[in-house]
């Protein structure tokens, strides 16, 4: 008897869960692209684009197949090339949004992000057809303090080797998106605000070298915080980490 009442639970469970995904998915159409529709769009992404999707942490569906098997990983002896960063000394700088006074320094990437005192300790870019985020953490803990920034190109294009200037009165398309992220209390959810004009960004990528992708970075948020960020960072060269069997 408990048997057929937990099969038959299981389909009613399922089919809620069906009628619920197709009522979200008609709130979010009669939104019509607004405010709603934006927020379900950009926690789309942000999924698709969190840290454990960026090869923090690797699931079977999104490893890529070799030969019609799945590729073998080798995390045990894998030993990540030393950071360039790591290296580097922390040195100062100030919120502005003025981007004629910035002065990017020559250290390690570091600021305050919600009044907390930020420096950057992982950099990860991830690319999702025409959309390249590039995410820098605190830490290599995906729900820990970061910065995303949602870069646009043009069709063939690469984010490689490219540069953006953005004033605080720059608006529109290609205008790059930034979602801060912090959590306050570390016994609840993480924060994330979306900054889509206002703020002031120079950001510079470069080509990889020696398994690193080099970057330069200054960045302030129009919050009543003052986020900002300013510095150097390197992003390690993506699919490193795969070791795939012949």
Do not use: C
């Amino acid at each position: 008897m408990f048997a057929v009442l937990f099969y038959f639970g299981l389909g009613w469970a399922d089919k809620w869960q069906k009628g619920f995904n197709t009522r979200q998915r008609e709130i979010v159409a009669k939104s019509g692209g607004g405010e709603l529709g934006h927020i379900a769009t950009l926690y789309d992404v942000l999924d698709k684009t969190e840290p454990e999707h960026m090869g923090v942490g690797l699931s079977s569906r999104s490893l890529p197949r070799h030969g019609g098997r799945m590729p073998k990983l080798d995390l045990e002896s894998y030993v990540p090339p030393p950071n360039p960063a790591e290296k580097l000394s922390i040195l100062p700088s100030a919120w502005s949004l003025d981007l004629q006074a910035v002065n990017i320094p020559e250290g390690r990437a570091n600021g305050v992000v919600s009044g907390t005192n930020f420096v950057v300790q992982s950099a990860l870019l991830k690319t999702s057809g025409a959309m390249s985020v590039l995410s820098l953490h605190q830490s290599d803990k995906a729900t820990d303090t970061g910065i995303f920034i949602y870069l646009n190109v043009n069709a063939g294009e690469t984010v490689l080797g490219h540069s953006w200037n953005i004033s605080k009165t720059t608006k529109g398309k290609g205008t790059p998106q930034i979602v801060k992220r912090w959590q306050p209390n570390v016994h609840f959810a993480a924060l994330q605000k979306t900054f889509s004009s206002g703020y002031a960004m120079q950001l510079e990528l470069g080509t990889p070298t020696n398994s690193w992708i080099p970057g330069r970075i200054f960045l302030s948020l129009p919050d009543t915080e003052k986020t900002y960020l300013a510095g150097l960072f390197y992003i390690e060269e993506p699919g490193r980490r795969l070791d795939l069997e012949p």
